[in-house]
């Protein structure tokens, strides 16, 4: 008999309690998704400090401390601005570790330059930030899914001491 895999939330538990961590996060198009995943964790509050939704540019701003200047630069879904959202809700809720997930979930919304499934995941930490590109082919369930678990797979790879593999 195989046991199946265990799930990404339960492995980053362990690691962030053992090494004194807090984790927060910041989310746009998953809206919540990672912070239900990491929560459904009996004990996740010994290391969850909690997390933002923040879907419009002005909760961006007002929430999490994502400049205007960068949105208007670069937009909503870009590497800039997942690293500004990861950055703020770490420093903002008093995190070690901020993880922030923002990209075009569709069916609608995307551009020839940012088609339908372009996210952009960001991890910032007291030692570095890191972005990662993810192009998502899937339903906009999908694509949230396939977004909530790169992010908390982008925590695990960052805790094991990879978090530029990705």
């Given at each position: 008999?195989?046991?199946?895999n265990p799930s990404l939330e339960t492995l980053i538990g362990p690691l962030l309690r053992q090494r004194s961590l807090k984790l927060a996060t910041a989310e746009s198009c998953t809206?919540?998704?990672?912070?239900?995943?990491?929560?459904?964790?009996?004990g996740s509050s010994a290391y969850y400090v909690g997390g933002v939704v923040a879907y419009?540019?002005?909760?961006?701003?007002a929430l999490i401390n994502v400049s205007w200047d960068t949105l208007r630069a670069h937009g909503a879904v870009s590497r800039a601005t997942?690293?500004?959202m990861a950055r703020g809700v770490r420093t903002t809720l008093g995190a070690d570790i901020g993880?922030?997930?923002t990209g075009i979930a569709g069916p609608g919304g995307g551009l020839p330059d940012k088609p339908v499934g372009t996210t952009y995941l960001a991890l910032s930490a007291t030692d570095g930030d890191w972005a990662r590109k993810f192009l998502w082919e899937g339903t906009r369930t999908q694509n949230k899914a396939s977004s909530a678990e790169a992010a908390l797979q982008f925590?695990?790879?960052?805790?094991?001491?990879n978090a530029d593999n990705g």
């Open positions: 008999m195989t046991l199946p809206g919540g998704l990672v912070a239900n995943r990491i929560t459904d964790i009996p419009a540019y002005e909760a961006k701003v997942a690293i500004e993880v922030s997930i925590v695990l790879d960052y805790l094991q001491g």
